[in-house]
């Protein structure tokens, strides 16, 4: 069973019935849903929870370029709010002190995150805090022992609509993204998928960071945690 959101309704709707026709309609939901906003995000988590009965893998995927005003704000609420808001309502509902039945959150950052995008520097800190939020939840104690596990995905350039919309607005030379890009090379949407799978279902990842590029393959990052008595 999967419930998604996005702003835009006509794909999301477009995407629920081809779901429901392969898997069955009452396995598939779709709720018109902006990341950025909490009341709307909170009433969608309540419903899935009423709906399919709990919550077991929660994947916070939405996101944007922007590096202008006022785009540059919307990337931060978009990107790393609406990540910060998605992984703080799927823990609440995951966690077995407060009735839940554990699970595992995926985000989904980016290889610009990991290391620096020099093109689009805004864009870059939110994926940066995007993977420092999910480490440091992923290593905390009391979410540990509550059953719910953490992960992040850093996509280096993959085949969507994010890179074929690239412009003034969201990156501060066109010319020289192109030529980037070029050289990296985009990996497909299935070898990202792929990598999110393996996180689902290894459960002895918690805490791990996943990159998948065209130029280095899939790799996992190592992470430095000095324990806090
Ligand atoms: N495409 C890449 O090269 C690439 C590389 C690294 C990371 N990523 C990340 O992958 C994720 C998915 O992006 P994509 O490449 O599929 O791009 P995309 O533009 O195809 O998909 C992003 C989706 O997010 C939705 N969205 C935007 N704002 C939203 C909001 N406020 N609330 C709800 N939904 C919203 C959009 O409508 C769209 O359907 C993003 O977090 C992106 O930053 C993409
Ligand atoms: C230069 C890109 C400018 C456009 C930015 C858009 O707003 C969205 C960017 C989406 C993904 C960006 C990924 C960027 C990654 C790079 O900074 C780099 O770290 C990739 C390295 C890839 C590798 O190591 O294989």
Redesign the pocket.
Known sequence: KVCFCDTNGELGTKTLSELQSKYGEGNAMFQTCDVSLQQPMENLFKKVKETFGCLDIVCNNA?????VYPLWEK?IDVNLKGTTRGTLLALEHMRTDKGGKGGVIINIS???????????PV??AT?AGIIALTRSLAMNSEVKSAGVRLNVVC????DTD??K??NDD?????Q??SK??EM??VVSKEVVVDCFMELVRDVNQNGAVV?C????GTQYTSIEVKPVT
Do not use: R
């Open positions: 996101g944007i370029g922007g590096e990337t980016s290889a610009a995150g990991l290391n620096v995008n020099p093109l689009s864009y870059s994926k996509p280096a350039f993959v994010l890179i919309e690239i969201n990156c501060l030379d066109v020289k993204a980037f890009i990296i090379g990159k590029s065209k130029m280095d």
